[in-house]
């Protein structure tokens, strides 16, 4: 509390070693919750003080002040709280995601941006069609009404999508639940004990402590397995020439425009050429990418998207068997869209379907998969006083500041009745009142996520599959009201979510 009051901001009083988590490591709250109560204890106040254990954090509340930071003063703002000391895993710290290098984040922000444009997506779109025709064919099977935890299909759903778009297998989770790629992406998503303290709070706990005793983010069974796949289908893809509209084909190229760029360069050898090819390097925004960078960002992508994609889905397939009207309008669409097609959806038409839009949008709203997003000060900035009786917030170097995106999603001012499912919230004509820095499922910025329209192709496709055989019920196993976990991270509810997918034509 000291601390804070020291710096200008208002602060939660922090328990002794836990700081302001006591609520979640002691099952008193789920991570969501806890996020709220910070951000209500001081409604007018535009930022507030408290503790990740020890250290001191930010949360930033104020819509102006969320843009400030994310978007105009991105500078002093650029990186993630890191999630394990640097060096310790080297697997990690050189992906987009870790890395703390600004040229380097840049060159594969670049690099990478190139795998999510739409020409790229659409060539993602039969990859990704497949394992949605393989869930519900799943589901189908059984030619009666299927009563199951969304999530559990989910994740296999998006195990097989990202299994395909970022690894380049195949492994049809259904057909084959025991496949190990499944199993050891459980293992790393859903980290147990140890390691999923580590995960969450290793760092900020002790780093050296970590480092001491070389914990890494990657386990390295898990980092090894990943790793073998990686190099298998390197090596395939080089010795066959095959070429795959995925993110290792993106990546190789990278590798070998990297290669092509180097080879011409050493052909000049004298020194006053080196300086040249050092300055041509960074303007031709050449990074080296090695195989480890290949399976670094397979492994990211798998982290980034596994459990949010899933957790999309699930939270959407909860809302639409609780709100049939809403559910029955968007089959109308899907029907209607799928006439115009030839009962065969393309790209186009599905980026096209307004209404499918819509409740996606306000599923994100609710349900956000990451409750919050944050940014580590690079250098000392101040906090320039705005309303009356404000003072100078200093945030020195090396500081966290949380954005609390779920926390901004549930506040009544910017979203009324917001634990009200309500797609209308996003038509045409309201989506303009929606307040700039208040919707924030992706997070904002230069660091926004890079793969949120693949989220998205992935998502509508998977639930126009869904709802073209099937309406979503509520069945006795449904939980309503839907409850968080208490002590989890990530939105797990309590008792999972359970719906009914009820055939629309039974096959007699
Ligand atoms: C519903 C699904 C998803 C949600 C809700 C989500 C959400 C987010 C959020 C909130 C961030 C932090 C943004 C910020 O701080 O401004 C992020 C970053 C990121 N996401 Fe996603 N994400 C999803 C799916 C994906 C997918 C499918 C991929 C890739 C295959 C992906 C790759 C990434 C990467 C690489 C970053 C880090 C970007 C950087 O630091 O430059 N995400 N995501």
Redesign the pocket.
Known sequence: QKYWKEKGAACIKPWPIVGSMGPLVFNKKSYAGLIQDIYNVFPEKRCVGFHLWLKPVLMIRDPELIKQI?VKDFDTFPV?QPLAPEGIDSLWDRN??GTRESSR?HDL?AILSQAFTSSKLKAMFSLIKDCATQTTNHLLKQNKIVTVDAKAIFTKFENDAIGTI?FGITCNSFANPENEFYKMGQRLTNPSGLNALKTFFGYSISPAFMKLFKITLVPPSIANFFKGIIKETIDTRKEKGIVRPDMIHLLMEAQKAYLRYVDKDLQNSSSAVAEKRQLGRIEQKKTEITDEDITSHAI??FV??FD??SS?LSFMCYELALNPDIQQRLIGDIDTTLEGCNGEITYEALMAMKYLDMVVSET?RKW???EI?DRDSIRDYVIQPKLSGEQPIYVDANTSVWIPTYAIHRDPQYYPNPDKFDPERFSEENKNDIKPFTYL?????P??????R??LLK?KLCILEILTKFEIIAVEETQIPLVLRKGGINMPTDKGMWVGYKPRIIVQ
Not at 441 to 445: I, K, T
Not at 447 to 452: F, H, L, Q
């Open positions: 994310m993630h987009v995601f984040w922000r970022a990211l992508f980034a998207s949010t994609t999309l994100l956000p998969p990451t997003t499922p992706f997070g904002a910025g660091r926004n996520c890079i793969g949120a693949l989220a998502v």
